[in-house]
């Protein structure tokens, strides 16, 4: 993408003031996203993003500069720029790059951008139909389509040159049902590391289906009671709690700071002995998974919490320097305007014993929230924040009538040491993580959990 | 690359594959930022970077593209992606090119003095803000972010209905973050500024009122489930605010988005409550005299002593109901298409201090933190349930810190219920699109749960 001689001379120039690494990352994108609003196409946009990031490490500081002019010369200076931000000796030069073998674990079967724009937009109006034909009560429809192909050049002065592309692809569905005074929306967004082959793995008709009955079910909803209860969380997006919780919390850039409740707790118990949680990058085709991460480390399965006991934090170049530990080839951003760091790839609660029936029929009272929505935490403290998006109040072991606008709030430390049932059937959902290092595709997962005890938020 | 090249060769090429008008927006800036962590320079980005978006008429649709590679090269793929992407299009509704104002505004956008401060000065302030936080307190243990950036930007539109238009603006912003600690309690207090002066950056203020918040929130409970009076402090309205001010956007009632369709002219809010939208601003962060369709931008009442005065239109949500655009067209990035957007936003200022508002409540809660705003809300119905943090409030002062409780309401009657406004009018970080600002709110109930 870039000529051999033109990242030489660039990370050659970044290294004159004495950095002790730099590193190149070069990237070609070509995306293309189209919306439709009631079964009309709103909104086609494509194009290319396109530029460099250069960055030089001076002890455990970090220098970062792109641009999206990658001539000679503008590479050139802007390697000086980075290399005048540090005073030192000149370092260690490179003049030998040695390609790595990327390992291609995603295969793509069909390239999205060869498929006509035409026969995506067939498929987002039978979406749209789908969800109106199921109801009366829907009167609106959202879908849309996705594609990124992401070419990626990594070169550093330790001789590394990683060459990979990823290629991601994602529907989306929403459907929202009014009556005269309330509207509510039911949404789901599948997608993955491939290509216009998602569409044969989903059932695009069913999904919008069951948009459409979420959003109606939360119509006919009445105010969710407000309280500390025991809260039984569904499958597949439900993992969005332990994404926010304390997956966050294990991240170096805040484990490194020792800005983290979970910082310094390395092989102690952190959660109830139930609960094991992994975060792994290499799942097939998954939506966070990479051949290699943003540094160019091969992606790894890791073990964050193995039967409740902390045994891994997710460690990028910079940070492993500081922390004195290994990379996890969790460094991840969302593009070259973003220094990579410390980020989750596929986070997920692995399965445990206890069937989705024994949990609620286990539970005399409580909240079952079915479909989480997105949420936020203070990794410092550890307190979150997460919406339910469809949720039930649980009586006498049995699911009883749909409630809306709760909220669960808590703190990460606390909620895992409450879990005290965990299911038997694991699922992956697809999110988007916002975070230092921009907005990055990421899978969260885990199966039906039961929490004793949460503080539940609501106006009922 | 010469952009006027790149330019008119994608003009002549678009024209020649039957576009019958077209657009070309580029942008570009530097950006500098520096992260200081105990006393050193942690992380330092410098950057320059520039993209075009593309669009054009093909068949009477508008067809996007952008590029952030402005070579030669790229000129057949715009073209291309931007043919294809019109030919998709189903929406009946126009989206015209705009020929430009007769006038524009003039603003001052670039401040020299501010383009010349020099690396050495802005990290040196920010080790001094990070300095002050930590020497606040002995609970301080930490500084986790202290960071300060500036950002430099030009827009330029040029299409073939004639419009010619260009701006340059730049700003500073700081902010930190201090983590407080005593035995296991962990709370958090962070601080900003954004503005177009250095001299307004004062660090050893902005480092000492972050230290000073975090120590505040030590100790705190939560409280009984219940319905409390509520102030909402300046920023966390100003939150609100910004996630519910896309009901006022005319394609979302268009689209039935929001619930304030059949509402113009009618009273939707407290009658001492007025929203403005100026994009003329006076060193408003978001102030620019045209929006990305090239009309001109202006300040104007949205909701004025609680009656609803206007939506904000775009050229093509406002020739839906035969209007004019109000200026609120803008693309987030070269990379979008035109949506609507605020500019500087927010809710006018009453007389009351803080103190005052405290005294007026009497027992309540003053809310100082609100998050999850892109999760616990719902822009379509206004119902909001959020995770808050703030102050109890007995005979009218300052009690002791509450945590780990939730507000939650709607955001449509809580307009209805604003009881009273400060005199404390602060906008938030700019960021994204529009920036947004509101005084404290006195509001009458809201629905609280703790314990």
């Known amino acids: 993408m870039l000529e051999k001689r033109i990242v030489e001379n660039t990370l050659n120039a970044a290294l004159k003031t004495g950095a002790n690494f730099a590193e190149l990352f070069v990237e070609n994108t070509r995306k293309s996203n189209i919306s439709m609003i009631n079964g009309k196409v709103d909104k086609a946009l494509s194009g290319i993003d396109y530029g460099a990031g250069l960055r030089i490490f001076h002890g455990n500081n970090a220098v970062y500069v792109y641009t999206n002019d990658t001539s000679e010369k503008n590479m050139l200076n802007m390697a000086r720029q980075a290399s005048e931000a540090i005073d030192g000796q000149a370092g260690s030069f490179c003049n030998r790059f040695n390609k790595s073998d990327i390992h291609n674990i995603h295969s793509i079967k069909i390239m999205p951008d060869t498929v006509s724009k035409k026969q995506i937009v067939d498929i987002l109006r039978s979406a749209s139909d789908s969800a109106f034909q199921f109801d009366r009560l829907i009167t609106q429809t959202g879908s849309s389509y996705i594609h990124k192909i992401q070419n990626i050049l990594i070169a550093n002065s330790e001789g590394l040159w990683a060459e990979d592309q990823r290629v991601r692809t994602r529907f989306s569905i929403e459907a929202i049902a009014s009556s005269n005074t309330e509207k509510q929306s039911g949404r789901f967004s599948p997608g993955g590391h491939l290509g216009y082959e998602l569409f044969d793995q989903i059932d695009v008709n069913k999904i919008s289906r069951q948009a459409a009955l979420s959003a109606i079910t939360m119509l006919n909803a009445v105010q969710c009671p407000s309280g500390k209860m025991p809260v039984v969380i569904d499958n597949g997006f439900g993992g969005v709690i332990f994404h926010e919780a304390c997956g966050h919390g294990l991240e170096a850039t805040s484990v490194a700071k020792n800005a983290s409740v979970f910082a310094g707790r390395m092989g102690e118990r952190i959660a109830s002995d139930i609960v094991t949680a992994i975060d792994d990058g290499t799942i097939c085709n998954g939506w966070g998974s990479e051949n290699i991460d943003d540094e160019g480390t091969p992606s790894q399965k890791n073990v964050l919490i193995k039967d409740g006991i902390l045994k891994s934090y997710l460690i990028d170049k910079l940070n492993a320097q500081k922390m004195n530990m290994k990379c996890t080839g969790s460094s991840r951003r969302e593009s070259y305007r973003f220094a990579p760091t410390s980020r989750m790839t596929n986070t997920y609660i692995a399965s445990g014993k206890s069937t989705p029936k024994e949990i609620i029929s286990a539970t005399e009272y409580g909240l079952y929230a079915k479909q989480m929505g997105g949420g936020s935490v203070d990794t410092a403290t550890g307190a979150f924040n997460f919406a339910v998006l469809e949720g039930y109040l649980i009586k006498n072991g049995k699911i009883a009538e749909p409630v809306r606008g709760a909220t669960l709030i808590g703190k990460g430390s606390d909620v895992l040491m409450k879990i005290d049932m965990v299911g038997n059937n694991l699922e992956r959902a697809q999110g988007m993580c916002g975070s230092i290092s921009g907005s990055i595709p990421t899978d969260v997962g885990q199966p039906m959990i039961r929490v004793s005890e949460m503080t539940v938020g609501g106006r009922g | ?451």
């Open chain 2, 1 to 451: 690359m010469e952009t006027n090249r790149f330019q008119l060769e994608l003009m002549k090429l678009a024209s020649e594959e039957g576009f019958e008008d077209s657009e070309i927006y580029y942008a570009g800036g530097k950006s500098f930022e520096a992260l200081i962590f105990e006393g050193e320079i942690a992380h330092y980005e410098n950057s320059i970077s520039s993209g075009v978006s593309f669009r054009g008429i093909f068949e009477g649709k508008m067809g996007y593209s952008y590029s952030e590679q402005i070579e030669m090269e790229c000129i057949p793929f715009l073209v291309k992606e931007a043919k294809e992407n019109a030919q998709i299009m189903e929406n009946d509704e126009k989206e015209p090119l705009f020929e430009g104002e007769k006038s524009y505004s003039q603003i001052e956008g670039y401040h020299e003095a501010l383009c010349n401060v020099t690396v050495l000065d802005q990290i040196n302030a920010a080790k001094q803000m990070e300095l002050s936080a930590k020497e606040y307190a002995e609970e301080i243990k930490t500084v986790n972010y202290c960071l300060t950036a500036y950002q430099e930007g030009e827009i330029a539109i040029t299409n073939t209905k004639g419009l010619s238009v260009r701006f340059r603006d730049n700003y500073q912003t700081a902010y930190i973050s201090a983590i407080a600690q005593m035995d296991d309690d962990i709370k958090t207090g962070s601080e900003f500024f954004a503005g177009t002066k250095f001299e307004s950056f004062l660090p050893k203020k902005i480092g000492k009122a972050a230290a000073e918040k975090a120590v505040m929130y030590l100790g705190a409970k939560s409280i009984q489930s219940s319905i409390y009076s509520i102030v909402l402090s300046n920023l966390s309205a100003a939150s609100l605010l910004s996630t519910f001010s896309v009901i006022f956007f005319g394609d979302n009632v268009q689209k039935g988005f929001s619930l304030l369709s059949n509402k113009l002219d009618s009273q939707i809010g407290s009658n001492i409550l007025t929203i403005r939208d100026d994009g003329l601003l006076k060193d408003g962060m978001a102030s620019i005299p045209f929006d990305s369709e090239g009309v001109g931008t202006q300040n104007k009442a949205v909701v004025e002593n609680g009656i609803l005065k206007t939506f904000l239109y775009n050229l093509k949500s406002a020739v839906k109901e035969n209007k004019s655009s109000t200026g609120n067209g803008f693309k987030t990035s070269f990379q979008s298409s035109v949506q609507t957007a605020c500019t500087n936003f927010y809710i006018q200022k009453g007389s009351k201090s803080l103190d005052d508002l405290f005294e007026k409540m009497g027992e309540g809660l003053y809310i100082t933190e609100l998050s999850g705003l892109h999760a616990g809300t719902n822009t379509v119905s206004g119902d909001f349930s959020l995770l808050a943090e703030g102050f109890w409030i007995e005979d009218g002062k300052i009690k002791y810190p509450i945590e780990q409780i939730t507000v939650a309401g709607n955001f449509y009657t809580l307009l209805e219920q604003i009881y009273d406004i400060g005199n404390d009018l602060r906008f938030q970080l700019p960021g994204g699109s529009g920036v947004f600002g509101s005084p404290a709110l006195l509001i009458e109930k809201m629905a609280v749960s703790g314990l």
